[in-house]
């Protein structure tokens, strides 16, 4: 780590400079104000110690401007000074100092206050990364209230792989394919951002991850990344919202593009974590109960709302099922029980 020293006094300068590198860390110098600044912005330091009476800008002045820039305010300062008086302590702690030290000091105890502040900037430094993980991970997945929740305690959320009991659901456009080979590539398109949007929204309400859209079909994830005692309801109450929703929605469209919403959802084990390369990730869902999940929805048709059992038996609220009886999936050897989500129980 690294240690910027800034003193016009050349002795003083060079005693901070041997007590820095006795404990093992890099020292780098500047002589008065301006030049201290100039070495904050190039040399990326990891800590400042600053004597007041500098020439050409004073310790308190270089304070305020590096507390006063974004990329600098992050780095502790500590003022080193001949000024011991309290009026000067606070005037420099108000400026946005981390610590104050008066001259003359104990070798000693400048080297534990810099240990203590090094320590303290690189947990700091450990939290804003992940912080900065889990917003690039999920801002674009789930709603904002769920990522600021996140950024209050990110050590909630892992974002390795882990097995945990997911509810996986799926949406998809009904006659999609038909009407893609009858229109202009970018009026689909825009038609087909319009029906995303609306399921992305509602998705989002409840409070689930949209996983991935998967040509005209969209996956979304529920008790991830944050638990939810709930989340086979409300991946039910996801689709019910989004099948009520579509009569008024319709309104925009020509009659051939009002397309049904077929969806699929189970509850079960899945591997979830960040899938991908270094560069490009994904927080995503892997395993059997996706795959379930997907042929559930395939099953379904004229906009109706299948579930497995899984997902039933995980529902503690009254609603009003019909059982379709087991059926038959692509890559398993067993029938399946499914019902159809016909409403929820007044």
Do not use: W
Request: include cysteine; hydrophobic fraction near 45%.
């Amino acid at each position: 780590m690294k240690v910027l020293v800034a003193d016009d006094n050349a002795n003083s300068r060079e005693l901070v400079k041997d007590i820095i590198e006795s404990i093992g860390y890099e020292a780098v110098q500047a002589t008065d104000g301006p030049n201290a600044l100039i070495a904050a912005q190039t040399q990326a330091p990891d800590l400042i110690i600053l004597d007041v009476n500098m020439p050409g800008m004073s310790g308190f002045e270089v304070c305020a401007a590096l507390k006063s820039d974004p990329q600098l305010a992050q780095i502790p300062i500590l003022m080193l000074t001949a000024l011991a008086d309290v009026e000067n302590r606070v005037t420099g702690l108000g400026l946005g100092a981390d610590d104050y030290l008066s001259k003359p000091f104990s070798p000693r105890e400048l080297a534990a206050r810099v240990n203590a502040r090094l320590r303290t900037k690189a947990e700091a430094d450990d939290l804003r990364k992940t912080k900065e993980l889990v917003r690039q991970t999920f801002e674009r997945f789930v709603s904002p209230s769920v990522v600021e929740r996140l950024l209050q305690d990110p050590t909630q959320i892992k974002l390795g792989g882990q097995i945990q009991e997911v509810t996986v659901f799926f949406a998809d456009l009904e006659g999609f394919t038909s009407i893609s080979e009858r229109t202009e590539p970018e009026k689909l398109l825009g038609i087909l951002n319009m029906y995303h949007a609306l399921i992305v929204t509602v998705v989002q309400s409840y409070a689930g991850t949209v996983d991935k859209f998967i040509g005209d079909g969209v996956m979304a994830l529920f008790n991830t990344p944050l638990p939810q005692a709930d989340h086979a309801m409300r991946a039910v109450r996801a689709a019910l919202h989004i099948r009520a929703a579509l009569p008024e929605f319709y309104r925009q469209f020509e009659p051939e593009y009002q397309m049904r919403v077929n969806f699929g959802i189970h509850t079960g084990p899945a591997v979830v974590g960040n899938v991908g390369t270094t560069n490009l990730m994904n927080f995503t869902a892997v395993g059997d109960t996706v795959n379930l999940a997907a042929r559930l929805q395939d099953l379904s048709s004229g906009g109706r709302i299948f579930i497995s059992e899984a997902c039933y038996r995980h529902i503690q609220e009254p609603i009003n099922l019909a059982p379709i009886g087991y059926q038959t999936v692509k890559g398993r050897s067993e029938a399946v029980m499914v019902y159809e989500v016909l409403e929820l129980n007044p």
